[in-house]
Every structure is written in structure tokens, then in C-alpha cells.
């Protein structure tokens, strides 16, 4: 096992995976910037780097800064969190290059995996079924040819990075070329690629997620799904485990392919499959996320493992000691992202001082976060402040206690998402479990937005 690691990431993950170190008698090391020095997971950490100021391209994007800052610590391994340089492949090389383990997969697979069309490719030939898709488009001109051929609507999509970025719907052929053109200088900006496919559009779909983990040796599992089909602008704002609505022995297919596909194309440690379900539950194969997923924490609830110590055991060579057999999902759960935004100003981001802040607790609560009082939110990352997760035996009970635990939450000195999900956990089609990718969009009055 790694004596060191150097964590190259802020906020809640940071401090969660500080956490799973201490547990397992890792130091942990972090690399942050000028804006995060007073942090609480710089507080936490054993050791800290400042690695430049609050510009993420001069800090958590720079490369040979971070580099620099494992070597100069000794540190034996680099976990990279989600965001940032978590799917980075040249990162992920050069780690090798150094000698510094990445907790992650390897350069090369993630290159296959982690650029959208070539994964589409990979999964196809692995068995997976897809929607209809064009290759990389970098002109106009190609997309309006691929764009006939598929048939409106249909879905645009970034080829490199996540979070939402890039991703667009065209109803009608007059929207093409301006949708296209924002998009593509959106992801060049964000990504340095300009890469773009186009996806046939799938209606009223629902996102369904499978995590998976497989050590060096080509152990793998499994671990069931998540359902996270309430977004905003294609980025999640609650998530689900199990999915309320699909049949059990639909899921446990979806995951046997799933785990069979990843294990075809080499890949090692934790990692994310994505799928669309339409209303006749047939299941297509999305994309991959190839790093630790933002709602990590609801498949740990109902498998009660800890994902971030898995990646660590798996980095350091030890065999997976899990059989599938072994996944026993146990209960449910909820978690709500609660980001620092104005869901009556259209989700506008916020600045502030946080004046107050009291978690909630009780039977059943986590609380995933790094805020502490007159922590000062700093205007250079994106708005994610705490990930606030239940869990209960039913369905039922998880919500009753999501709504308890947002009654309980106090941030005060910013405007939260918190009233927000207050009302989504009351909406009529959430409590029936009936979600889909535009659901918050589509009852965005009835909602308050």
C-alpha cells in the first residue's frame, strides 16, 4: 500500500478522499491554490502545496505543477478526484513517465474510453447496444450531411470532456449551424478539442449509470446503478440508487454487459457506464466516465463499500477481493447536490460568505462537504458545496428522510439550491419514480424555476 498519495483536486472530494487515507494510514498530501489556502481539506490534509493562484488553469490544470509538487513530496501516487485532470490522458502518461502511480486507468485505455466516439466504437464491438451516431464532425458542412442522415431531433455532443459541456438538442435543421458553432467554441475553450458527434435523440429517456471496479488482474464487478435522469442543462442535480422504476433483472443485464465490455477493453480501477432507457426499457450504451462519479456516494449507501479505498487498493496492485456474488444491494438512497446557485434566477451561480452553517444529521444522513462557517466561496470553481445523502430501507422512508434532512440544512449567507429540492422531492412524478432527462426542464413551473 501507498505510504503517501497527493491529492490534486478541492472541495468535498478532496477532503473525502483525505479521509479515506487517514483510515487507512495514508498521508495525504494536497496540491491547491492561492484561494483555497484556508480550506478546510487544506486544514485536513498532513501535508500542503500551493501550486498557483485561484485560476484553475494555473493551479489544478497545471500539470508540471503538480507534478512537481508529488516529486517534491515523495508522494508514491496522484489521485486526481472528478473534474479537473481526472480524465486528462496526457496527465495520466506522464504520471507513468515519472514513476508516480495515477489512481485511474491507464493512459491508453482511458484514451479509448474517455473520448466519446472511440468509446461508442469500443462498446460496439464489446457487445453493447447504441444509438445511431456519427464519427468526430469538425465543420458544418460534415454535420449538416451527418445530420440528414440521422434525422431530427437530434442530440449534439462534445467528444472530449463532461459536465454537461457541449451537449445540445436540435429540433429543426434552421438551428444547425448557429447551435453547432456555440458548442464547438464552448468545448475548444473548455477541452482544447473541438470535436463534436451528433447522437440520434432519445424522448423522455432515463439516465441509468453502471458503477463498475476492476483490479490489475482482470477481476471484476458490478456494483448496480444509479438512476441520475433529474438534470439541469444535461448536468445531474439528484441521484438515485436503486432505480425506482426499471425491473431488477433488467438492471443486473445491463451491469453483467457492462462489467463483461470494460473487462473486454482492459480497463482497471473504478469507472462509469452510461445509459439511455426509453419508455419500452430498451437500453443504449452513452458514454463512459473513466475517474470516481459526483454521486459516488449512493452506490457506497446500498453496497456499504467505499469506492476511494477500492481505487486505492486497486492502484496499489492488490487483487479485487469481491466476487459478484457479493453485491448485495441493500436499501436506498437519495443524494442531492446542493450547489450555491438561484434556482428562481435560472440557477444563477453565487458568491458569499457562508455567515452559518449547520449539516443535518440523524439515522440514515451523510453529509459530503467542505464548508465551514465564514468559509468564503471563491468565484473561479464551479458552485458544488455539499452532497447531501440519505439512506432508508424503502424508497418511501429515503424521501421522508431527504425532506427531513432539508428542513435540518442551514446555509445561510448564500442562496442554495436547498428550497429548490425541497420542492423536487415533493413533485408528483418524482415521488412515483417517474424521471427522465428533461423532467426538471418540462415541469420546470410547476417546480418554481
Known amino acids: 500500500m501507498f505510504r503517501k498519495i497527493l491529492i490534486a483536486n478541492r472541495g468535498e472530494i478532496a477532503l473525502r478522499i483525505i479521509r479515506a487515507c487517514r483510515e487507512m494510514g495514508i498521508r495525504s498530501v494536497i496540491a491547491h491554490s492561492e484561494a483555497d489556502r484556508d480550506s478546510l ?153 473541438d470535436g463534436i458527434y451528433f447522437e440520434r435523440y432519445l424522448a423522455r429517456a432515463r439516465h441509468i449509470e453502471i458503477q463498475v471496479l476492476v483490479d490489475n488482474y ?103 477481493q469481491l466476487k459478484q456474488e457479493d453485491i448485495q444491494l441493500r436499501g436506498h438512497a437519495i443524494e442531492c447536490r446542493i450547489t450555491a446557485e438561484d434556482a428562481n434566477l435560472d440557477f444563477r451561480p453565487q458568491t458569499g460568505t457562508i455567515e452559518r452553517y449547520l449539516p443535518p444529521g440523524g439515522p440514515g444522513v451523510r453529509v459530503d462537504s467542505h464548508l465551514i462557517a465564514n468559509y468564503e466561496i471563491p468565484p473561479h470553481y464551479d458552485s458544488l458545496l455539499s452532497k447531501l445523502v440519505v439512506w432508508a430501507e424503502t424508497r418511501e422512508e429515503a424521501i421522508a428522510r431527504m425532506q427531513r434532512a432539508l428542513d435540518e ?5 448564500v442562496t442554495t439550491t436547498i428550497p429548490f429540492h425541497q420542492r423536487l422531492l415533493k413533485h408528483e412524478g418524482f415521488v412515483r419514480g417517474d424521471t427522465y432527462t428533461r423532467f426538471i426542464q418540462e415541469e420546470s413551473e410547476a417546480l418554481g424555476i
Open 218 to 320: 482482470g477481476n471484476g464487478v458490478h456494483l448496480g446503478e444509479r438512476n441520475c435522469s433529474c438534470q439541469r442543462r444535461n448536468q445531474k442535480v439528484l441521484e438515485e440508487s436503486p432505480s425506482p422504476i426499471l425491473p431488477r433483472e433488467l438492471c443486473n443485464e445491463i451491469g453483467e454487459r457492462a462489467i463483461r465490455a470494460v473487462r473486454q477493453v482492459g480497463y482497471r480501477n473504478a469507472g462509469t457506464l452510461e445509459f439511455l432507457v426509453d419508455e419500452q426499457n430498451r437500453y443504449y450504451f452513452m458514454e463512459m466516465n473513466t475517474r470516481l462519479q459526483v454521486e459516488h456516494p449512493v452506490t457506497e449507501m446500498v453496497t456499504s463499500l467505499d469506492l476511494v479505498k477500492q481505487q486505492l487498493l486497486i492502484a496499489s496492485g492488490e487483487p479485487l
Open 409 to 413: 440544512y442551514v446555509i445561510e449567507g
Open 41 to 193: 481539506p487544506v486544514q485536513m490534509a498532513d501535508e500542503r502545496i500551493c501550486i498557483g493562484p485561484g485560476n484553475s488553469g494555473k493551479s489544478y490544470l497545471n500539470i508540471p505543477n503538480i507534478i512537481s509538487a508529488a516529486i517534491i513530496s515523495h508522494a508514491e501516487a496522484i489521485h486526481p478526484g472528478y473534474g479537473f485532470l481526472s480524465e486528462n490522458t496526457s496527465f495520466a502518461q506522464i504520471c507513468k513517465d515519472v514513476n508516480i502511480t495515477f489512481i485511474g486507468p491507464s493512459a491508453e485505455v482511458m484514451a479509448i474510453m474517455g473520448d466519446k466516439v472511440s468509446a461508442r466504437q469500443a462498446m460496439v464491438e464489446a457487445g453493447l447496444p447504441m444509438l445511431p451516431g456519427t464519427p468526430v464532425l469538425h465543420t458544418v458542412a460534415e454535420a449538416q450531411e451527418a445530420a440528414k442522415e440521422i434525422g431530427y431531433p437530434l442530440m449534439l455532443k462534445a467528444v472530449a470532456g463532461g459536465g454537461g459541456r457541449g451537449i445540445r438538442l436540435i429540433n429543426h435543421p434552421d438551428e444547425l449551424e448557429r447551435v453547432f458553432t456555440v458548442a464547438q467554441n464552448e468545448v475548444r475553450e473548455a477541452f482544447h478539442d
